[in-house]
């Protein structure tokens, strides 16, 4: 299975350790990656994800010529498998993880700044942190990966998840309407 490389995208992340569930490997090659890729999603959305033109697309599909698919192609065609490789298998190790009180840790490497009824704290320190999210915050986060959130409403839920399991556990009753938010995001890995 797939070894945890380091990213900065929480949608990629979690495409990652999701990877660690698969029943079966993806395809290795561009062609057949491609190929895949054409089977469950239309040209035109797929181009535009791995910024090339339809019709270069198409060509590597068939696997004749890929004299013009470059380095940054293939990681954004990898990319694309790990994202959309066996949902089934993906929804139902999720499913399995919540129901059995699963850990979902979060390793992340980040500045973050702090915002409580007295105004915002920015901290200049990149702290390294791992942590357990708490059921609630992983429940949200496969429910939104699932529903195709963006990057950022991800990192909202992580944050709230990282708040609440981090850094806010022992404020006083009266200061726990403080939330934090993921200012610099150098590293996340996700491990479940």
Same mark, same amino acid.
């Given at each position: ?37 054409? +089977? ?6 797929? !181009?535009? *994800?791995? &910024?090339?033109?339809?019709? =270069?697309? $198409?060509?590597?599909? #068939? ?66 942190? +791992? ?6 915050? !992983?429940? *949200?986060? &496969?429910?939104?990966?699932? =529903?195709? $959130?963006?990057?950022? #409403? ?39």
């Amino acid at each position: 299975m797939p070894q945890p490389t380091p990213t900065t995208s929480i949608t990629h992340a979690l495409d990652l350790a999701d990877a660690r569930h698969w029943t079966r490997k993806p395809p290795t090659r561009p062609a057949t990656r491609l190929r895949h890729l054409l +089977t469950t999603q239309p040209l035109e959305p797929l !181009a535009a *994800r791995i &910024f090339a033109y339809p019709a =270069a697309v $198409a060509r590597w599909a #068939e696997g004749d010529d890929l004299s013009d698919l470059n380095p940054t192609h293939a990681v954004l065609i990898e990319r694309e498998i790990y994202r959309s490789w066996q949902p089934d298998v993906r929804r139902r190790a999720h499913q399995q993880i919540l129901d059995h009180n699963g850990c979902v840790t979060a390793q992340l490497h980040a500045r973050f700044t702090y915002t409580t009824p007295n105004g915002e704290f920015p901290d200049a320190r990149l702290q390294r942190i +791992t942590e357990d999210l708490p059921a609630l915050h !992983a429940s *949200r986060l &496969f429910e939104a990966r699932h =529903a195709q $959130a963006d990057d950022d #409403e991800l990192r909202r839920i992580l944050a709230d998840g990282i708040g609440e399991a981090h850094f806010f556990r022992a404020l006083p009753h009266d200061q726990q309407q403080a939330a934090l938010t993921i200012n610099d995001l150098h590293l996340i890995q996700f491990y479940y």
